[in-house]
Nanobody, 121 residues
Framework: QVQLVESGGGLVQAGRSLTLTCVISGALVDDIAIGWFRQAPGKEREGISC????????YYEDPVKGRFTISRDHAKNTVYLQMNSLKPEDTAVYYC??????????????WGQGTQVTVSS
């Protein structure tokens, strides 16, 4: 079965960068669509980015456009989320999920455990 393991979260100052990693087992990264989500305290879980299977088309929600980049690495069977110019508003638990080209959490069947990102001002 598909399993996702996230890592890379931590505490960073505003304006700095952080890269999150999602290691995939049970499926090939090129054959599965992956979404990144985040959930801040008191907020709904929101989709922020996804990457399609096959050609790897990338999609971003407005709050992260121009700052975050989703990518995949075939050799490592991983998906990354490069986060630049981080803001305190980016503070949340970040999750990767599979398998859907969607930013709606209910359409994803598989989830990582989440990794905390905290951005200080």
């Amino acid at each position: 079965q598909v399993q996702l393991v996230e890592s890379g979260g931590g505490l960073v100052q505003a304006g700095r960068s952080l890269t999150l990693t999602c290691v995939i087992s049970g499926a090939l990264v090129d054959d599965i669509a992956i979404g990144w989500f985040r959930q801040a305290p008191g907020k709904e879980r929101e989709g922020i980015s996804c990457i399609s299977s096959g050609d790897g088309s990338m999609y971003y929600e407005d709050p992260v456009k121009g700052r975050f980049t989703i990518s995949r690495d075939h050799a490592k069977n991983t998906v990354y989320l490069q986060m630049n110019s981080l803001k305190p508003e980016d503070t949340a638990v970040y999750y990767c999920a599979a398998d859907s080209i969607s930013l709606l959490p209910d359409l994803y069947d598989y989830w990582g455990q989440g990794t905390q990102v905290t951005v200080s001002s």
